[in-house]
Nanobody
Framework: QVQLVESGGGLVQPGGSLRLSCAASGTVFSINAMGWYRQVPGTQRELVATITSGGSTNYANIAKGRFTISRDNATNTVYLQMNSLKPEDTAVYYC????????????WGQGTQVTVSS
């Protein structure tokens, strides 16, 4: 019912910046929260940041002070501004959307590659 499409990934040098976007489309009454997760091959997918429709944010420690999550509820779009990027930020970044009512459900995007390298 809901499709998530990420964009904005690419190659950037250490210390650089990148802005990821994710737009939700399809049939959905209300998306309560959206966020970003990342995954390196061979490791578990980990939280980067989330934001609720009310504007409450949650950041992983590795993102605090460097990344900023924002959203546009009217278009069900979430953004991730990434600054001061480090090589360890290299991963596939996945967009996530949560519906809490009338029942709990979760959606995932296809992922966008972020590579931080000199």
């Amino acid at each position: 019912q809901v499709q998530l499409v990420e964009s904005g990934g690419g190659l950037v040098q250490p210390g650089g910046s990148l802005r990821l976007s994710c737009a939700a489309s399809g049939t959905v009454f209300s998306i309560n929260a959206m966020g970003w997760y990342r995954q390196v091959p061979g490791t578990q997918r980990e939280l980067v940041a989330t934001i609720t429709s009310g504007g409450s944010t949650n950041y992983a420690n590795i993102a605090k002070g460097r990344f900023t999550i924002s959203r546009d509820n009217a278009t069900n779009t979430v953004y991730l501004q990434m600054n001061s990027l480090k090589p360890e930020d290299t991963a596939v970044y996945y967009c996530n959307a949560q519906v809490w009512a009338p029942r709990k459900y979760e959606y995932w995007g296809q992922g966008t590659q972020v590579t931080v390298s000199s």
